[in-house]
């Protein structure tokens, strides 16, 4: 087992989406969040055939609505807390070369990227840390016993990696995934005295929408990893950045 319970952004389709199918065997309540449920055919699917996996409709950029969020989410898990939130909701645009790059394009992608998933982390932060000091049996087969919080950022958002072929451009996208970057080393500093632990992920490149079809690697085939890696996350870990395999990538 992974965690008691799970709380993911972003499960309409793409990694989020994968996630829900991979993870929920490993959980006993698995809280799926997209922003248009009634559009979300697959996830319904299979919140209909796993009473475990509950929707809720969470629209990341509607930051006044996490207080209503957290009502929902505590309603569900009750004092035992939650034990796992994993940010995933994100978004890149196209347009992002120097000459083409935009305000509007950099204030929403931060929006959605960077500063989701910190007002989400505050609003959920009770039931974290109700997770995190709730008495599960270190016999357990939960890999992870207190509570953490994992970040989806992209190897784009390394700094020391934006050098050499590939690198320049995606100003929106890798300047939000750096920060976002800051915001989990913060955070792990922050939460330290909690037994919390938080760290950020990138999920290799990947063909969905926004990997597109030319990326390496299936949506199975990353969370496969990027599972793996989860069930291996020990507190001694946190405040770093990997990939999906549990490298470590350099800030
Ligand atoms: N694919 C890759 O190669 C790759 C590489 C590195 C990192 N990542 C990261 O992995 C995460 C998932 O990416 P993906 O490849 O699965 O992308 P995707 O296929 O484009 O899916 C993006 C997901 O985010 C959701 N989303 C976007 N804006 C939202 C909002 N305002 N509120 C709630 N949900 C919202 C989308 O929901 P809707 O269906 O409602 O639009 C969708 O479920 C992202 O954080 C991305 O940056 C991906």
Sequence with gaps: ????????????RGLGLE?????????????ATCRNPETA????????????????PVDVLNHETFGDVAEEVSSIVGEQ?????????????RSTRINFVTPEAMAETFAVNTTSPLMLTKALLPLLKAG???????????CIKNAAIVNISSVLGSISNNMGDRS??????????????????????DLNPFNITVISIHPGW?????????????SQESIESLISTLKELTFDKSGLFFNQNGEEIPW
Excluded: W
């Design 1 to 12: 087992m992974l965690a008691r319970s799970i709380f993911l952004t972003g499960c309409s």
């Design 19 to 31: 996630m829900v199918k991979q993870i929920h065997p490993f959980t006993e309540t698995l809280i």
């Design 41 to 56: 055919s697959e996830l319904r699917e299979l919140a209909e055939e796993h009473s475990h996996i509950k929707i809720l």
């Design 81 to 93: 807390g939650l034990n796992l939130l994993i940010n995933n909701a994100g978004i890149s645009p």
């Design 132 to 142: 995190a000091s709730s008495d599960v049996d270190e016999d357990s087969d939960f």
């Design 168 to 189: 320049g451009g995606l100003y929106p996208y890798r300047c939000s995934k750096a920060a976002l970057n800051m915001v989990t080393r913060s955070l792990s500093s």
């Design 206 to 218: 990947v063909r969905t929408d926004m990997g597109g079809p030319n990326a390496p690697l299936s």
